[in-house]
Nanobody, 124 residues
Framework: VQLQASGGGLVQAGGSLRLSCATS????????MGWFRQAPGKERDFVAT????????SYSDSVKGRFAISRDNAKRTVYLQMNSLKAEDMAVYYC??????????????????WGQGTQVTVSS
């Protein structure tokens, strides 16, 4: 399964960006999807995850209320809408897929496939 993340870029603090992660995988709707991020010199951290239908989501405390994860199974794409961006949100963002699962989990090891990452830079 190949995941292609896009939408990163340079934004001012307080601004917004929407990340996308697309796949050609025909069984996309069977995957729980997640977003993670990794800042320079830090470990990769969980950001958000969404159930197969899109009906359930979970967020890290650091982004709750500012970020929103969504998916369009017809387009085989998952999104991360990021609002009120802060300097501490600056990182490389990765999408990930977890096959044939119903659970929303935050640990990296639970995900089977990873995208290549897209850089988000926040200027203050």
């Amino acid at each position: 399964v190949q995941l292609q993340a896009s939408g990163g870029g340079l934004v001012q603090a307080g601004g917004s960006l929407r990340l996308s992660c697309a796949t050609s995988e025909l069984t996309f709707s069977r995957y729980v999807m997640g977003w993670f991020r990794q800042a320079p010199g830090k470990e990769r951290d969980f950001v958000a995850t969404i159930s197969r239908s899109g009906g359930s989501t979970s967020y890290s405390d650091s982004v709750k209320g500012r970020f929103a994860i969504s998916r369009d199974n017809a387009k085989r794409t998952v999104y991360l809408q990021m609002n009120s961006l802060k300097a501490e949100d600056m990182a490389v963002y990765y999408c990930a897929a977890r096959k044939d699962s119903f659970g929303l989990v935050s640990r990296m090891s639970a995900y089977d496939y990873w995208g290549q990452g897209t850089q988000v830079t926040v200027s203050s």
